[in-house]
Nanobody
Framework: QVQLVESGGGLVQAGGSLRLSCAAS????????MGWFRQAPGKDREFVAA????????NYANAVKGRFTISRDNAKNTLTLQMNSLKTEDTAVYYC???????????????????WGQGTQVTVSS
């Protein structure tokens, strides 16, 4: 089992940057594929980015491709989402998620993930 705690959210102007972090508990972080999802008010939770358990493969939603970068440090049990060139439509609560695997794949569906953090609010003003 793994517990996830996000941090780094806040208020930023359009065009700015934020760096989200997700701290994972436990000694087997490298056995989990990880993902970032977001949920805007009145909308469903949606995929943002994913990374496989060893950090070699990543996947991004089209809406964030080229602006966001997902990375992980297995030695520090940390997942990161670097968000640049933020837009007002990026405003949402951002969640990190984990699924135990040794497949080497990335996962883009919510239903693939077993563990979720509590979320961190990102607000982008115009």
């Amino acid at each position: 089992q793994v517990q996830l705690v996000e941090s780094g959210g806040g208020l930023v102007q359009a065009g700015g940057s934020l760096r989200l972090s997700c701290a994972a508990s436990g000694r087997t972080f490298s056995s989990y594929a990880m993902g970032w999802f977001r949920q805007a008010p009145g909308k469903d939770r949606e995929f943002v980015a994913a990374i496989n358990e060893i950090g070699r493969i990543t996947n991004y939603a089209n809406a964030v491709k080229g602006r966001f970068t997902i990375s992980r440090d297995n030695a520090k049990n940390t997942l990161t989402l670097q968000m640049n060139s933020l837009k007002t439509e990026d405003t949402a609560v951002y969640y990190c998620a984990a699924t135990r695997t040794d497949s080497g794949r990335v996962y883009v569906r919510l239903s693939s993930y077993d563990y979720w953090g509590q979320g961190t609010q990102v607000t982008v003003s115009s």
